[in-house]
């Protein structure tokens, strides 16, 4: 059934069933590349709120948790210039860090956090992301862990907006062309 967002009609895209499936198939394969160590796991917000949620529901080990909030976006657009609106509040020195995303597009959020984590010296810094457009990433940051791979389309849902709003749908949805 599609749905209404402002001006915007979007079609389902993604369930909640799959998305559950697929965040604890990750979360499994993090518990094993842990091996053993307790890892930070650092959502970036504001869209990465459910992910990280759901994600540390399913990790079966210890682990930390932190945020931190980045804005690239107005609308529908990638404004190219990303600011740092919240920063770290953990200490991540020789630690083993997972950066979890909602969305990777362009990459520059992930440039700017790179710069971030590259200054805290932690002993690795792995990337997680539920959907990752390849057609419009073109940066050389390896992404450790991909959901979804998607068409390079707006969505929203499961804590991704359009213009503040959508964030609580429990499921995708994509802009209805």
Do not use: W
């Amino acid at each position: 059934m599609d749905i209404q967002v402002f001006d915007k009609t979007f079609i389902p895209f993604i369930s909640e069933q799959q998305i559950q499936t697929r965040l604890k198939e990750i979360a499994e394969q993090i518990l094993r590349d842990m091996n053993g160590e307790v890892p930070v796991f650092i959502g970036v917000l504001n869209g990465s709120f459910m992910v990280i949620s759901d994600l540390v529901k399913h990790y079966k080990g210890e682990c930390e948790l932190s945020f931190v909030k980045m804005a690239s976006y107005i609308g529908t657009q990638s404004t190219n210039q990303v600011n740092q609106l919240l920063g770290l509040d953990i200490d991540v020195s020789d630690r083993r860090v997972i950066l979890v995303e909602d969305i990777v597009d362009t990459g520059n959020t992930l440039v700017a956090l790179k710069k971030l984590f590259d200054q805290q010296q932690p002993k690795e810094l792995r990337i997680c992301t539920l959907c990752l457009k390849p057609d419009a990433y073109k940066k050389d940051i390896p992404l450790n862990y991909v959901a979804f791979e998607i068409e390079n389309k707006f969505i929203v849902g499961y804590g991704m907006d359009y213009n503040k709003r959508g964030r609580n749908i429990p499921e995708i949805y994509q802009i209805k062309e």
